[in-house]
């Protein structure tokens, strides 16, 4: 029973947060819809054979969205296969955020046991982590699914570099497994996982001798072939084209979402927005709580110190004090892709929580206090949570995705240009893309006219057949680099070049014919994908190879 007592404490802990969830409804918040539609959609394409889509050309009423170019979609393939099987959309999702949940217990627990070497300071650790103020927010009002899933691999991260810069251990390749799949999260999160492996090396630079070094080169440049078929052809998309992703990058004013000291002390669940210039009673909870801000405080009077939880603690600190509004925020646009400065707080839950069980077990040595500790982190929990239970604005399980965007929540457009349930902040679209409120799907022209050509679709294949030229040819596609669209012309097909006009796939057809658009990727997106692919075959059969010598010694 001990052998699995980490995970039976984990899933209690778990169903503890996750309780709402049980009875099948599914609250609405920020970015929840985005997501299930996600799950939608990748399920669409793995009906079709594509496990790894580009476009999900169904998406914003059929004129296509590219999301999968840049948030990977790889850890939704297991509920985009239940959801084939049959099980419905919001149990989908709500299944992927327990896992996530689950598995986030359960990298802390395994991170802190090996560095605390006690599993008591483990089960606190777990608790405050999960727990916490910041990570309930992200859940239950954000619904911000990729930190969610990010949170389960951040621990094992932490984990790949105490292994190479405090063990020593050049035979571990935690820390690949670490970058690999916070690449595959959340692109931001992954950008705070990269800093923090600087942070670690060069706090640690005295330790790392050649040997040590080579180790940590060789797991980030697997890490990087591995999600070379992500990262690579994602760069390529943003250099294509500007979108809003861009527009937001460089207008977006942090000194807006800088966190005042109120915002420190709030201990309340709130389902309101982000941001200091509106009422405290509308601000969601964005600090990481109580425990995580006072506790590891206790570690001052630890008798034993640690040199990594030394390093933990401080940089802990670091990270939650960054986001105050005492920092210029509105001064430093450079940093402006996070968007919102209280997203470090991502790292400051990761980094706090083993100071703080490490400070409440060194008051005593009595199992005791663990367990009320544990009790007190429950309850608190629970207070938080408890108000999700009395949301009402949302999905059950009878619902589709074509209910939906049928209209029988909300407006699909809500507030937006475009199919909003779909796109959310619309990041991925093109900057100049038009409104496609009530616009029909019509071939057009450079004014936008409608040039009255027809056309057909089928398995994701355009073709129109154009009688009389004109100087631009829009088609009703959103433009992303790999639209290829070729003139039949004796049973060939003749290339013809494309470009963004207006958001849209265009051509400037020389000659009459038929023509026919699909999305065939890119060069170098096919590129990418066969060396990940390879990678992972060289991965898994060195694995193999490993583990027999490993049985044979």
Known sequence: MKKYSKYIFTFVMTCILMFPYFKGFLPIEHDTFFHVSRIEQLSLSIREGNFFPAIYPYENAGYGYGSPL???DVFLIVPAL??????????????????ATWISGLTMFHLA????????????ATCAYLFSNYHITDIYVRGALGEVFSLAVLPVLLEGLYECLYEKNTRSYTL???????????????????????????????????KIFLHMFRNIMIAFLLTLFFTIPMIEQLKAQKMILHYYGTSGNLGRYAMDLWQYFANKTVFGLAGNDIEHDRTMLENVGYFLTFAPL????AKEKKAVITTLCILGYIMILLPSSIIPWENLAAFSI???????????????????????????????????????????CIYHVLPVTKRTFGMDTNMTWQDVLDGKIVDPYFSAYYVRVELAGGDYLPLYSPDFRGRERRIRDENDADTGISFMEENHCLSFTVNQLHETIRLPLTYYKGYQVYLLQEEKKIPVN???????????????GTYICIYGNTKTRKICLGISFITLLLVISNGIVQRYRGKSD
């Open 82 to 99: 239940l959801h084939i099987l049959g099980l419905s959309l919001v149990r989908c999702y709500q299944m992927s955020v327990f896992a």
């Open 498 to 512: 494309t470009f963004e006009d207006k958001g849209m796939v265009s051509i400037h057809p020389k000659q009459s």
């Open 176 to 210: 690949c497994i670490g970058l690999t799949a916070l690449a595959l999260c959340h692109n931001l999160t992954f950008l705070f996982g990269v800093v923090l492996c600087i942070l670690f090396f060069v706090i640690r630079i005295h330790a790392v001798d050649q």
């Open 113 to 124: 046991q090996k560095i605390t070497k006690r599993k008591d300071a483990a089960a606190i």
């Open 338 to 380: 996070i968007q919102f400065p209280w997203r470090l707080n991502t790292l400051g839950i990761l980094l706090l929580s083993i100071p703080a069980s490490y400070g409440v077990v060194s008051l005593s040595r009595k199992k005791g206090i663990s367990l009320i500790c544990i009790l007190i982190l429950s309850i608190e």
């Open 70 to 72: 840049f948030y990977s």
């Open 298 to 301: 206790l570690y001052i009077f």
